[in-house]
Each structure stands twice: as C-alpha cells, then as structure tokens.
C-alpha cells in the first residue's frame, strides 16, 4: 500500500497528539510549582475552586493530569488503528490486534460468556491507571496517587456490581443481605461497602507509598552526599544519582503496572462473582412464560 | 502549650511507629506464598507462567493490609500533627 501525503498527516497529527499532552503537563508543572527545599510531601495541588452550594468544587491537579492522559491515550488508541483495513499488516495494527485479543481472552476466561462485552470496559480500566500511573515518569503527578480519582473508579465499579446483582430480583438482593442468619445484616452492609473502599485503598496506597518513600530515599541520598562531599555537593548531590531511578522501576513501573492489572481483576471477579447467574435465568425463563401465555391469549 | 505540642508530635511519631507492625503480617504472607509458589514450580515445571502470575496478584493482595499501615503511617507523620495542632489552638485559644 501507498501512503498518501494525508495519510501521513494524519499519522504525524496523531503523534503530536499524543505527546503535546505530556509537554503541557510538564509545563504546568514547572510553571505552577512552588519551590521548595528538603523534602515536600504534599496532597494534591489545587488550581482553581469554585463555589457550589453543598460541596466546592475543585479543579486540582489530578483532574488536569488524567484528562490529559486520557487524551493522549485516545490519540494512542487512533494512531495505532489508523488506516486498518483487512489484509494490510502492519506494526501497529498488530499490536493492537494483540491487546484486544488478550483482553477479550481474559474477559472470557474471568467472567464467562455472558459478561463478554465487558472486554472494552477492562482495557480502558486497566490503560487508564496504568498510565497514569506510568506518568510520574516524565515528572507528573500521577492521578492515581490522589485517592479521589481511585475512589470515583471504585465507585462505578460497585455501582457496576449493585446493577448485576439486582438483576436476580430486588427481593433476592435484599434476602441476600440477611444470610446465613438476620443477624449478620449489619456485617453484610458493611461488607458490601468495604469492596469500593479496599479497592480504591489499595491501588492509591500503593502508588502514593512508591512517591513517598522515593522522595525519602533521594532526599537523604541528598543529605548524606552533603556531609561525605561537603560544599561541593551543595550544587551537585553526587549520591543522588543512580539508586533512585533503580527504586523508580519498581515503585513506578512495576507497581503501577500491577496494580492496573489487580485493579482490573478485582473489577472482573467481584462483578462475575456478585451476579446470580441461576436467579437470572430462572426469572428470564419466568418472565417469558407470562409473556407467551399473554400472547396466547 | 508547648508541652502539649510536644506530646502531640512525639504520640503522632509513636502511633506511626506502631501502625506499622502490621508490616508483619504480609511479610509473612508472602514469604509463604511465594514459598509455595516455588515448591509447585519445582514439582510442575511447565506450569510456571500461571503459577508466578497466580502468586504475584496473591502477593498483591496480601500487600493490601500492609499498605493500608503505611498509609495511616503517611498520614499520622505528614498530615494529622497539622490538623492536631489546628485543634489545640482552636480550644486553647492561644
């Protein structure tokens, strides 16, 4: 195949898409952050807030973060299906031909047949965070390690879960609350509560330790090339260099990888395990017998 | 006000230290999972790549209450003297 002049535009479009995102937040970052000595521990930065009657609403920097991953994932996901069309092989399209395949594999060999189409759902869920995740590379703050993004996906996440179990019946959802016994309700509901916390817990836990106990390491690296070194070290901190971007590729890239994919596999089994597949069917079975004997008479 | 701010940076320090003795926990955890992630392997060698991936989302797992210490940890040293302080002089008024 040819590639046309505006193919190739559109190709170099996408590419610039995709990378103009990251520069941006670069820059804001450098723009917006406040210089600060030793260690800096802080929550999240807070750009902008306004006033709303019940709650403020705040633009902080975890929200600017992780529309612009999104956007530079979207330009990922179009740059690499450009131009697809059968029998053209090419790098890319392969690529992701094989990111949909494994997740519809995992999807299936997960949740079964009937949650089939969940497929796009957990690709996005487990891009999503591990890109983010995978931003504090180039010096952004990530958006997983501010706890209300995890928290808004653990909550669509159990709505997910309450919308699959109601559909064996209200009546069935609620009795399940008071098995084995009436007694254990209170522990039910509690349990049925914790699933959003733990998850969201979990995966912001994860990232804002691997921030933190790097900040730890490289500023008393810092300290420590200060007194072996002395005045030199002031501008250089000679012992900075090295260990901490060893650190980074397991607090970084491997937890954050990981935690995507966990993220995902809890999202799977707690929304396969919840649905009363029996239930289902029996009320499926019930609900066309009374439609047919309608028709029938 | 000074003693009181000291007994509230020292007990912030102390609670954080404690918090994180459920670091024990995982450890442990892990330690025999990954033990008998090990054992299985040796005895079924060509079921390797779903054993390790098997015990590394376990692992995970198991990390979650250690993790959940160390969070409280973060939070009793970086953020709760601030607020306990916040406190203080809001009742004492100096």
Redesign the interface.
């Known amino acids: 195949m040819k590639k046309t002049f505006k193919f190739k535009l559109i190709d170099w479009l996408l590419i610039l898409l995709m990378i103009l995102p990251l520069v941006c937040g670069m820059a804001l970052r450098v723009l917006t952050k406040p210089v600060s000595e030793g260690i800096s ?1 802080t ?1 999240v930065m807070i750009f902008k807030e306004f006033k709303l009657p019940f709650q403020n609403l705040l633009i902080s920097e975890a929200n600017v973060n992780s529309w612009l991953v999104l956007v530079s994932l979207t330009a990922l996901a179009l740059y690499m299906t450009h131009g697809m069309r059968e029998g053209v092989k090419c790098r890319r399209h392969l690529a992701a031909e094989w990111v949909v395949e494994t997740t519809d594999k995992l999807v299936r060999s997960n949740m079964g047949e009937y949650f089939k189409q969940f497929s796009p759902f957990i690709c996005a869920i487990i891009g999503y965070s591990a890109f983010s995740s995978l931003s504090s590379l180039i010096g952004l703050f990530p958006p997983t390690s501010d706890f209300s993004t995890v928290f808004g996906w653990a909550l669509l996440v159990f709505i997910l879960i309450t919308y699959y179990k109601l559909k064996g019946g209200v009546g069935n959802y609620v009795k399940g609350y008071f098995e084995p016994i009436p007694f254990f309700a209170p522990l039910n509901v509690i349990g049925e509560l914790a699933t959003p916390i ?1 998850m969201s ?2 995966h ?3 990232i ?2 691997g921030s ?1 106990i790097s900040a730890l390491i490289a500023s008393a690296l810092g300290g420590l090339s200060r007194s072996v070194f002395g005045s030199i070290a002031e501008s250089v901190p000679f012992l900075q260099m090295g260990l901490p971007a060893v650190l980074s590729v397991y607090f970084d890239v491997f937890s954050g990888c ?2 995507a ?2 993220f995902a ?1 809890l999202t799977m089994l707690n929304i396969s395990g919840g649905f009363p597949k029996e239930l289902y069917e029996k009320r499926k079975e019930k609900k066309e017998l009374r439609r047919s004997g309608k028709t029938a008479a | 006000m000074e003693l009181a701010m000291g007994i509230i940076l020292g007990c912030c320090a102390l609670g954080a230290g404690i918090a994180m003795i459920a670091g024990i926990g995982p450890g442990i955890g892990e330690g025999q999972a990954v033990a008998k992630a090990c054992e299985a392997i040796g005895r079924q060698p060509e079921a390797k790549s779903e054993v390790t991936s098997t015990m590394i989302m376990g692992c995970a797992i198991a990390e979650t209450t250690g993790i959940y210490a160390l969070v409280i940890a973060i939070l009793l040293i970086f953020v709760a003297p601030g607020i306990f302080a916040g406190v203080l002089k809001s009742v004492i008024g100096g």
């Open positions: 521990i929550g733990s817990f979990r912001y836990g994860n804002l330790s933190v990981l935690q994919f966990i596999m």
